[in-house]
């Protein structure tokens, strides 16, 4: 016997395949709290949330510019560049968190002594002008360099601090890599080497996290004070992006990491939550 549905049913039925995905795309080290975000969501409000992370921060502002998701992650703020490529979109950054930027060095290099460097020594290295630890205190071993890919967040919060200004770092032939997981996983791999990497990445078991040592002498390690009053140079805030005012499930989704449950998420994950940057910060 055939049965027949009627066009209520059908629409029933399809509704779950129709619902609303809020899509989220950028930064991998904005992903770890906002992908616990989208976990608790999903279970407390059964939303339909997407997450990815291709092409870090400036992936995240492409995809938010070109309409394909709600929400950008990104770890660096939106330049007159993006702007330029993007006139039609008004780019709105809402501040969740501040994380740091560590130069992470594998375990043979910490144990040989190496625990900080200069803005000038980092220079040197990133032009080859310096290739051989024991040039800045380490054992005769050569330099593996593992540079971030350009344009994410990472690697231009190190070319701002080294260069004054990320446009003016030299081009480079350096191996590259691309998220978080994978440069600690390069650097933990490999003698002699040293990357850039969100702080909270190093796990001073495989992979340390050195110093800055600045003008006066004195080695700033990238840690949570350090971090709040601006002393370590290499922080950076971290942002959720829309285009125009948060609004619908994206606005939803932006008050829940906001709120004090989202802070905490902001703050499990080894960043500084925005709480802690008005308190420590004074």
Partial sequence: MRTWMTFGAI??????????????????????????????????????IQIDTQGGSAGGISALGDGQVQIG???????????LKYPSVDFVETHIGEDAVAMIVSKDVWEAGV???????????????????KDVGGADRRIAFF?????????????????????????????????N???RNK????R?????????????????????????????????????????????PLFLLTNGAPSGDAKVFIDFVLSPRGQELVRKHGYLSLDQMVVDGK
């Fill in 11 to 48: 629409l029933a039925i399809a509704a779950p395949v129709l619902a609303d995905i809020l899509k989220i795309n950028g930064s991998t080290t904005v992903n770890l709290p906002t992908a616990e975000a989208a976990e608790i969501l999903r279970a407390e409000k059964a939303m339909t």
């Fill in 73 to 83: 992650m990104s770890s660096k703020h939106i330049t007159e560049q993006d702007k």
């Fill in 115 to 133: 625990r900080s460097l200069t803005r000038e020594q980092l220079a040197d290295i990133y032009e080859g002008k310096i290739t051989n630890w």
């Fill in 147 to 179: 540079n971030k890919e350009p344009g994410r967040g990472t690697w231009e919060v190190f070319a701002h601090f080294v260069y004054g200004n990320a446009r003016k770092a030299p081009p480079v032939s350096f191996p590259e890599v691309g998220g």
């Fill in 181 to 183: 997981e994978e440069a």
């Fill in 187 to 190: 650097v933990a791999g490999t």
């Fill in 192 to 236: 002699g080497a040293l990357s850039q990497l969100s702080s909270n990445w190093a796990d001073g078991k495989q992979v340390f996290a050195l110093s800055i040592k600045n003008d006066a002498g004195e080695e700033v390690a990238p840690l949570a004070a350090n971090i709040a009053n601006r002393k370590y140079p290499m922080s950076r």
